[in-house]
């Protein structure tokens, strides 16, 4: 009798104690490790943009444009901070559109302290994603460099995050996105930021002509070590980048990292040796673009393909990109100011579409998107992932381009040009010599 009294005694306290099991449960989906991953890994891209993207392409300016060269950044890390909290974020991840992702969360509506995005806080995924939305633009400055109005900048940037970046990031990331469901792989931005802010680069460059002189007075780079520091800043806030993209600390965001090493390094040397075989000399540029061109490729496929795969994708993309920035721009004669196309848009395509070859188990990947069983499938799909980016960033940018070029105005006057942006836009040097 005492015994079942006991075992009664025990049952009854197990069920009061239910409700309390449960909520330790919910509670336990926060994982305190994979968020301070991501806390770091946060910190790790927004490192990437200010100060590493500024130093990358400040360096290859002249020195009368430096300082508006970082302004351009900063000024960007700041506006798009802004923008992805106001719509920038509702559109991308607010719903589950096939296009967009609605209004809802505009202002971070139902973002609260309590919110939760699979294991990590919900505030800490919006600010990764932010970081993105951060960099993606800022890419873009390096191929109109030197000669767009800060004015302009800033009106066409506002437009272009609201209306090409933040949708694009929802057609691949965002729950119903036509992309995701198709089976795209784009691991951590080959579409999204890469192929999605060299083409806008592009048509950029394209619409504002050439710098005043292109081809023929000499616009060497005044500070190749700034360029080189931020190269090497950049390789190591992609770890954040490309690994934090699992969103977890776990055995996918150990193998991102491990591959974003390996085709770094190998893009890298494959640069290198290209420029020395057909220039002659190899260079600090080069190697340093290497490595960048490397990284952009390996991007959409860090979470898809293993070693070889990623030796293979960062041989192909240094090279391709070596002549992507070096022989197609000049027999296209366009003026790519710091090759934003040539290494992001190339480098990214090439890198989106090998992902659907080097994705596959027999080559050491993880794997296909979902519903696709076989590499023609997935590169059918990678490639219409390119295309569509291609197309519909294309075409609003251009538009966006025209707007401001036949209302205030895109480009600086050609003695604002002469004279330098730093002074002439911002009334500072960056040099008192």
């Known amino acids: 009798m005492k015994s079942f009294k006991s075992i009664m005694g025990w049952f009854g306290f197990a069920l009061l104690s239910l409700p309390s099991l449960v909520l330790a449960e919910e509670a336990s989906a926060l994982s305190s490790g994979d968020t301070a991953w991501m806390l770091t890994a946060t910190v790790l891209v927004l490192f990437m943009t200010i100060p590493g993207l500024s130093l990358f392409y400040a360096g290859m300016v002249r020195s009368k444009n430096a300082l508006s060269t970082f302004m351009q950044i ?67 400055v390096g191929a109109f460099a030197e000669r767009m109005k800060f004015s302009a900048m800033l009106i066409f940037m506002t437009i272009w995050i609201i209306v090409v970046y933040a949708p694009i990031t929802h057609w691949v990331w965002g729950d119903g996105g036509w992309l995701g469901n198709k089976g795209i792989l784009d691991f951590a931005g080959g579409t999204v930021v890469h192929i999605n802010a060299g083409i806008a680069g592009l048509v950029a460059a394209l619409v504002l002509g050439k710098r005043k002189g292109y081809g023929k007075t000499a616009m060497p780079p005044h500070n190749l070590t700034y360029t080189i520091i931020g190269a090497s800043m950049l390789w190591v806030g992609w770890f954040g980048f490309n ?8 055995n996918v965001a150990g193998m991102a990292m491990a591959v ?13 040796f290209a420029e020395w075989i057909f220039h002659g000399k190899p260079s600090g540029l080069g190697i340093a673009s290497g490595a960048v061109a490397g990284l952009v490729a390996i991007t959409p496929a860090a979470g898809a393909v293993g070693p070889m795969g990623a030796l293979a994708i960062g041989s192909i993309s240094g090279f391709v ?13 366009y003026d790519d100011s710091l090759d934003a196309f040539g290494v992001h848009g190339v480098g990214g395509i090439v890198g989106a579409l090998l992902t659907g070859v080097f994705a596959a188990t027999t080559l050491g990947g993880s ?36 707007l401001i070029k036949f209302t205030i105005g895109l480009r600086v006057s050609d003695d604002v040009e002469v004279e330098g942006l730093d002074t002439a836009e911002h009334d500072e040097r960056a040099y008192i010599l």
């Open 367 to 402: 794997g296909f998107g979902e519903g696709i069983n076989s590499i023609a499938e997935q590169v059918s799909v990678q490639a219409l992932g390119v295309g569509a980016t291609l197309v519909y960033t294309g075409v609003v940018t251009f538009i966006i381009l025209m």
């Open 260 to 272: 974003t090493q390996i085709a770094a390094a190998t893009a890298a040397l494959t640069w290198m």
């Open 243 to 250: 690994a934090g993209s699992e969103l977890a600390a776990d």
């Open 74 to 140: 900063f000024a960007i890390a700041a506006l798009a901070s802004v923008i992805w909290v106001v719509v920038g974020y509702s559109i991308a991840f607010g719903g589950e559109g096939a296009f967009w992702g609605g209004l809802d969360k505009m202002f971070l509506a139902g973002v609260t302290v309590d919110s939760m995005s699979g294991t990590i806080p919900e505030t800490v995924f919006m600010v990764f994603q932010m970081t993105f939305a951060i960099i993606t633009p800022a890419l873009i």
């Open 321 to 333: 990109c070596y002549l992507g920035a070096t022989k197609l721009k000049q027999m296209l004669g």
